[in-house]
């Protein structure tokens, strides 16, 4: 029997192009789809893509899309890795830009455009592929199924998740006609919203069916607190809203085969090297001291602000903390501020996989005190790489990380430290159980190597997209 066909679409795809999670799920879930599906992923091809580097070619295909009274001219280029057919669409508009989204201070202007064009260019290879399921993720990629509706496309069935619901792609009413979307969808049932256009909304509502990535995140964008003005619409239809768990590819984050590292490990000795080479590369002293450390965009939900305000304790504290991160220039001149005060915090403001890979096996503890977080997969990675992460439980960090209190050696799940209030007290409260956690070896050492063993594969997480796949096929 030969495979069903499935069109994975995303704005960004680990190892083309990242900016967080998405890229990570998008390399990694196709892959695990892969062993059911014949699956193509399509991405843009922005300039920052070594075509060189990963064979990419030349389709003789290409189109022509006029918007706003310009014609576009979108060209296909395509690579083979691991099994998975990759797709760039390129055209200049939409790649030739030195960030994927916007400068560290805004989007860019014309993103409507941009990301417009990738979603009839989809739509354009969708009508000449016939693929049996497409599925899209996130703003960028959410027009597609309205886009088939549009253009009359009939038979093919779209999934649509929703990765963070903090990023609709509103625009404004007048960018309806520039990318060329009839104004019969300008309403309250489809992709209005407070007199502007919003891609995801429209996502929500032709897609048939809507997945986000955790079960309590799924849960909790439907109250006005998460819900970012999208809750009652989702309420609307949460018949067909999912909450599936993301996974994390464990084949590249493997303490024991990670290139990235100059000590991979499967022991807490062989981890304590790598801690040690981190310290010398920094100006962070003691290999006794618990190391704290955070990887992430610098941004409110990732609670950077709370971080900021436990630094000034953790300053005068017998501890060290390393803290990877982009974005926001003013948490960045914050954080400075704070190395210059303390030094016993080492701050590195860019976007850096390699040192990431070597923080999460450098550290003792990770802290992830997120306000809100779909998923999340940086407490994974850390858990996986023998530290204990220390969570706000909220969204997929509630349905990830379970309380060490309640440890029990024969459960399948990770523990860390949680605490239920984004607030300082909380949050300094639970930093002080991990230094009394790290004073008692025997059991840190215990909960560590039940972590690293972990499952936190996408294999049970992609057997659910499978069969809602085939709930829709069927
Ligand atoms: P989000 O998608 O909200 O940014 P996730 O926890 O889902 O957060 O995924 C973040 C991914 O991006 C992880 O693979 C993490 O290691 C990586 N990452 C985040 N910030 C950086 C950075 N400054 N340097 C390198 N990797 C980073």
Redesign the pocket.
Known sequence: MTKQSLLFCASEV?PFA????????AYALPKELSKSYGVDVVLPLYQSIDRNKFGIKKLSQSCKIKLDGKTHIIELYATVMEGIGYIFVYTPVLCDREFLYGTPSSGYEDNHIRFALLNYAIVDLIRSSKYDIVHCNDWQTALVPLLLDQEKIDGIKTVFTI??LAFQGIFSYQALQKIGISEKYFTMECLEFYGQINFMKAAICYADLVTT?SPSYAQEILTHEFGCGLEGYLTHYKEKLHGIL?GLDIDF?TPKTDLFLSYPFETLTQKNLNKKEFLKKTSLKGIKKPLFVF?????N??GIELLIEVLEDLGNENCNVAI????NEYYTKELLNLTQKYKNIDC??????????QL?ASGDFFL?P?LF?????????SMRYGAIAVVHSVG?LKDSVFDYKKFDTNSPKGYGIVFTQPTKEAFLDAITQAFDLYATKKEYNKIVKHNMNCDFSWEESAKLYINLYNQIKG
Do not use: W
């Open positions: 680990y990242k900016t967080g999670g998405l890229a990570d799920v990765h963070n990535v993301n984050f990887v992430g965009r610098m941004t939900q990732k990877l991160g982009d974005g590195r403001f860019t976007y850096d996989e390699k040192l990431s890979h999460y992830m997120s977080e779909p998923c999340g997969l940086t407490q994974m990675i997929g």
